[in-house]
């Protein structure tokens, strides 16, 4: 073969790099109709990435797809990937699809021609499909429930293509979907149209404007236009709503926390049943708060204080739960403490109280558990100190017997204060020499015990040793293998070890103990396993 058939053979068998071809499947349409824009880069196999962000002022992108080919034909290769977006115009008129980017290259940019619907079209499509969205109230108070219910209303012929969007994103909100989508029929007009609705408890977090945005859904629908019946796709839009959010009242105690809602509720219940209180028995109170039209998180953290001198309180973890399966938002918060009485006979329980607002009513309001007299039963845990014997009247034989008593008390004094003089001299000796050795083993033994090490553990705040502190506490206390401590919390119905667990393992690496007291739940434990033990109650928990 010569050099320049050599040559004309490479020419032919190389790849055909033709840039990029653009078509439309159409010219002109229908307003709502869609069109599809096919972009073909000829001489490459390699898909691309395409900005379609030029496209959004005028059109709208309903869906993109990509395909790539490849053919050798007498040696003539050719390549190509194709692009292809399917568009519908945001408005009528002659539009002009701009160029869009495929790697180096760009496509040509077309015109495109959209006639405006005939005005009774427009209003058959509008009866045939469409949304009713409304939010109740539409002035609330910030922090407080306001209920957002959409419905999508269509008609016999009308397809529905895409899902209905979730919850609603709205900056500054918290949203909560509220029971499941639940599809039904209902008759207006004299037409029939299958109804969905969706419904979202909204709590706004500041006072101001809230913006709660449109959604749209894609379907298509059978029509008749120009004289023939054909299926045309429609978008269908449901309106933007402004929510006007009010801050907290003037009248609003300002040292009580804020809580908006329509019903608030504190309860209070006892554990075992029937009650009876015995020194040294721990009985459980569980103070529960349910505020409906809020959830949990919102509601104010309590404490339900007791007398020191006549009970030991230890308060169990704190509950929270949200109720979503309604129309509204029903919020939980539960705390639990174990009580144990230490002096018998009539004591008095304080009652408890929690402030807050009436949206319903628009005023203030409290939610409380009366104070209550309870009778406690057995012996006293300390014993009282007996009384003082009356001082007898002087007599001349009492009198010489106080001298006599005066002369001894002094001559004591006076031997008390030389051996004083004799023991700070031997101190200041002892200083200088090391201490024996079993001063040491006396000290070292008392950092070494179990519970002086947890309250240092708890003290520095670090996760791991506290963890390792508390195990070795409790298998101290309980006399058990280490080993078998975990499974012991299990049985005493505590999450202590657990939320240790999940402290120290979080993701940032360093946890948080902002809502674990540890020593209130060494507390708890020693209070429930001290009720198995005979009375009177022994020192649960002493103090250093």
Same mark, same amino acid.
């Not at 010569?2 to 040559?7: E, F, Q, S």
């Not at 349910?290 to 020191?308: C, E, H, K």
């Given at each position: 073969?010569?050099?320049?058939?050599?040559?004309? %053979?490479?020419?032919?068998?190389?790849?055909?790099?033709?840039?990029?071809?653009?078509?439309?499947?159409?010219?002109?349409?229908?307003?709502?109709?869609?069109?599809?824009?096919?972009?073909?880069?000829?001489?490459?196999?390699?898909?691309?990435?395409?900005?379609?962000?030029?496209?959004?002022?005028?059109?709208?992108?309903?869906?993109?797809?990509?395909?790539?080919?490849?053919?050798?034909?007498?040696?003539?290769?050719?390549?190509?990937?194709?692009?292809? %977006?399917?568009?519908?115009?945001?408005?009528?008129?002659?539009?002009?699809?701009?160029?869009?980017?495929?790697?180096?290259?760009?496509?040509?940019?077309?015109?495109?021609?959209?006639?405006?619907?005939?005005?009774?079209?427009?209003?058959?499509?509008?009866?045939?499909?469409?949304?009713?969205?409304? &939010?109740?109230?539409?002035?609330?108070?910030?922090?407080?429930?306001?209920?957002?219910?959409?419905?999508? %209303? #269509?008609?016999?012929?009308?397809?529905?293509?895409?899902?209905?969007?979730?919850?609603?994103?709205?900056?500054?909100?918290?949203?909560?979907?509220?029971?499941?989508?639940? @599809?039904?029929?209902?008759?207006?007009?004299?037409? *029939? #149209?299958?109804?969905?609705?969706?419904?979202?408890?909204? %709590?706004?977090?500041?006072?101001?404007?809230?913006?709660?945005?449109?959604?749209?859904?894609?379907?298509?629908?059978?029509?008749?236009?120009?004289?023939?019946?054909?299926?045309?796709?429609?978008?269908?839009?449901?309106?933007?709503?402004?929510?006007?959010?009010?801050?907290?009242?003037?009248? #609003?105690?300002?040292?009580?926390?804020?809580?908006?809602?329509?019903?608030?509720?504190?309860?209070?219940?006892?554990?075992? *049943?029937?009650?009876?209180?015995?020194?040294?028995?721990?009985?459980?109170?569980?103070?529960?708060?349910?505020?409906?039209?809020?959830?949990?998180?919102?509601?104010?953290?309590?404490?339900?204080?007791?007398?020191?001198?006549?009970?030991?309180?230890?308060?169990?973890?704190?509950?929270?739960?949200?109720?979503?399966?309604?129309?509204?938002?029903?919020?939980?918060?539960?705390?639990?403490?174990?009580?144990?009485?230490?002096?018998?006979?009539?004591?008095?329980?304080?009652?408890?109280?929690?402030?807050?607002?009436? *949206?319903?009513?628009?005023?203030?309001?409290?939610?409380?558990?009366?104070?209550?007299?309870?009778?406690? *039963?057995?012996?006293?845990?300390?014993?009282?100190?007996?009384?003082?014997?009356?001082?007898? @009247?002087?007599?001349?034989?009492?009198?010489?017997?106080?001298?006599?008593?005066?002369?001894?008390?002094?001559?004591?004094?006076?031997?008390?204060?030389?051996?004083?003089?004799?023991?700070?001299?031997?101190?200041?000796?002892?200083?200088?020499?090391?201490?024996?050795?079993?001063?040491?083993?006396?000290?070292?033994?008392?950092?070494?015990?179990?519970?002086?090490?947890?309250?240092?553990?708890?003290?520095?705040?670090?996760?791991?040793?506290?963890?390792?502190?508390?195990?070795?506490?409790?298998?101290?206390?309980?006399?058990?293998?280490?080993?078998?401590?975990? &499974?012991?919390?299990?049985?005493?119905?505590?999450?202590?070890?657990?939320?240790?667990?999940?402290?120290? #393992?979080?993701?940032?690496?360093?946890?948080?103990?902002?809502?674990?007291?540890?020593? &209130?739940?060494?507390?708890?434990?020693?209070?429930?396993?001290?009720?198995?033990?005979?009375?009177?109650? @022994?020192?649960?928990?002493?103090?250093?």
């Amino acid at each position: 073969m010569t050099r320049p058939a050599l040559v004309i %053979f490479i020419l032919w068998a190389a790849p055909v790099h033709a840039g990029v071809l653009t078509s439309l499947s159409a010219e002109t349409v229908d307003e709502m109709e869609s069109v599809t824009l096919t972009v073909r880069a000829t001489g490459d196999n390699q898909v691309q990435s395409v900005d379609t962000s030029p496209l959004e002022a005028d059109f709208e992108v309903l869906n993109t797809s990509t395909n790539s080919q490849f053919r050798s034909v007498n040696g003539r290769v050719e390549s190509w990937v194709e692009y292809q %977006f399917v568009l519908r115009a945001r408005r009528t008129g002659t539009l002009t699809i701009p160029p869009l980017s495929v790697g180096s290259e760009f496509s040509d940019p077309m015109q495109l021609s959209v006639h405006a619907l005939d005005p009774e079209v427009r209003d058959a499509i509008d009866t045939m499909v469409f949304f009713e969205t409304s &939010a109740e109230p539409n002035r609330v108070y910030v922090q407080a429930q306001t209920l957002l219910t959409r419905r999508l %209303f #269509y008609t016999s012929g009308v397809q529905i293509y895409s899902d209905l969007p979730g919850a609603p994103e709205i900056a500054d909100a918290v949203v909560i979907p509220l029971g499941t989508t639940t @599809p039904s029929t209902t008759s207006r007009d004299g037409r *029939t #149209y299958g109804v969905v609705e969706q419904r979202f408890a909204i %709590f706004p977090e500041r006072s101001g404007v809230l913006t709660i945005p449109e959604i749209s859904v894609t379907s298509s629908i059978r029509m008749r236009t120009r004289g023939r019946i054909r299926r045309s796709g429609v978008r269908v839009r449901s309106e933007r709503l402004d929510i006007e959010v009010m801050p907290i009242p003037d009248v #609003y105690p300002p040292n009580q926390p804020w809580l908006p809602a329509s019903d608030v509720q504190l309860t209070e219940t006892w554990s075992p *049943t029937p009650v009876e209180f015995s020194v040294g028995d721990p009985i459980n109170r569980i103070l529960t708060v349910n505020a409906r039209g809020n959830t949990g998180s919102i509601i104010p953290r309590f404490t339900a204080l007791v007398p020191d001198s006549h009970f030991r309180q230890y308060p169990e973890p704190e509950q929270q739960d949200d109720d979503a399966s309604g129309h509204t938002v029903l919020g939980t918060r539960i705390q639990g403490y174990s009580l144990v009485p230490t002096r018998p006979g009539p004591l008095q329980l304080p009652g408890v109280a929690i402030t807050w607002w009436d *949206t319903d009513d628009d005023q203030l309001r409290q939610a409380s558990v009366a104070e209550r007299t309870v009778h406690v *039963t057995g012996e006293p845990v300390v014993d009282e100190q007996p009384p003082l014997e009356p001082t007898p @009247p002087s007599t001349p034989a009492v009198e010489r017997e106080s001298a006599f008593q005066s002369w001894w008390i002094a001559l004591l004094v006076s031997g008390f204060l030389a051996g004083w003089a004799v023991t700070l001299i031997w101190s200041r000796y002892r200083r200088r020499a090391p201490p024996p050795p079993d001063t040491e083993h006396r000290e070292r033994s008392a950092q070494q015990n179990p519970h002086t090490q947890l309250k240092a553990a708890c003290g520095s705040g670090d996760l791991a040793r506290i963890r390792r502190a508390l195990v070795e506490y409790l298998a101290d206390y309980w006399k058990v293998p280490i080993t078998d401590v975990p &499974a012991r919390l299990q049985d005493e119905g505590s999450d202590l070890l657990e939320r240790l667990n999940e402290a120290l #393992y979080s993701d940032d690496g360093r946890g948080s103990l902002s809502d674990l007291d540890v020593m &209130a739940q060494v507390r708890s434990l020693s209070a429930r396993s001290a009720a198995r033990r005979p009375s009177p109650l @022994p020192e649960l928990y002493p103090e250093h």
